[in-house]
């Protein structure tokens, strides 16, 4: 694919036009649309992604997954953008998932800090709390409040109904709570 620019936030209809005509083999109209949204998915990707590198590689697949299954997008379910978006965050999630180690390392708990917090031992309280967590409780916790999956995604992911995930994350914050109260 091409350099990539900052680009402003396209126009709905624009998007939807490219998608259509990309459904239909038009790979001007592919290029036009990977010119215009590879910026956004990046950030997208960047966000989620503990590194660049594995940003760039969800970014790629998400774009060859959208060629791929552009004649899916139905205009009356959601907009282009939200439908590319939802697209590319499955595919971030996927290669987070499928990494040789486990993106719910030390490291990654670290990360949780918030550069604002006055108690530099902020980042060991949160570890030592959240190992005190069962595998999938932990595992909801960190994909819902720092890769920001919803109920919805994070039942998909953890292959369990939705009130179960929900249960799941409100014992988690409430035993969190009280661990980092101690």
């Known amino acids: 694919m091409g350099q990539m620019v900052k680009a402003s ?3 709905p209809d624009e998007l939807s036009d490219l998608l259509g005509a990309t459904a239909k083999g038009d790979r001007r109209a592919f290029r036009a ?6 910026p956004l998915l ?7 992604a503990c590194d660049r590198e594995l940003a760039h590689e969800a970014l790629q697949e998400a774009m ?12 009356s379910k959601g907009t ?12 971030m999630f996927n290669m987070i998932d499928h990494r040789p180690h486990s993106p719910f390392d030390d490291a990654l708990v670290q990360t949780l800090e918030q550069p604002g917090l006055p108690d ?4 060991t309280d949160i570890l030592r709390c959240l190992g005190l967590l069962s595998d999938n409780h932990r595992r909801c916790i960190i994909l819902a409040y720092h890769y920001g999956l ?3 995604e994070l039942a998909k992911q953890m292959a369990v109904p939705v009130n179960t995930v929900k249960t799941w994350i409100h014992r988690s914050v409430r035993q969190l709570k009280l661990c980092l109260e101690q």
């Open 42 to 48: 990046l950030g997208v990707c960047t966000r989620l």
């Open 64 to 75: 060859v997954r959208i060629w791929q299954k552009s004649h899916l997008f139905d205009p």
């Open 9 to 11: 936030r396209p126009a």
């Open 120 to 123: 530099v031992g902020a980042a």
């Open 33 to 38: 649309l990977y010119d215009r949204v590879a």
């Open 80 to 91: 282009a953008l939200g439908w590319m978006v939802a697209i590319t965050r499955n595919c």
């Open 150 to 152: 919803s109920y919805e």
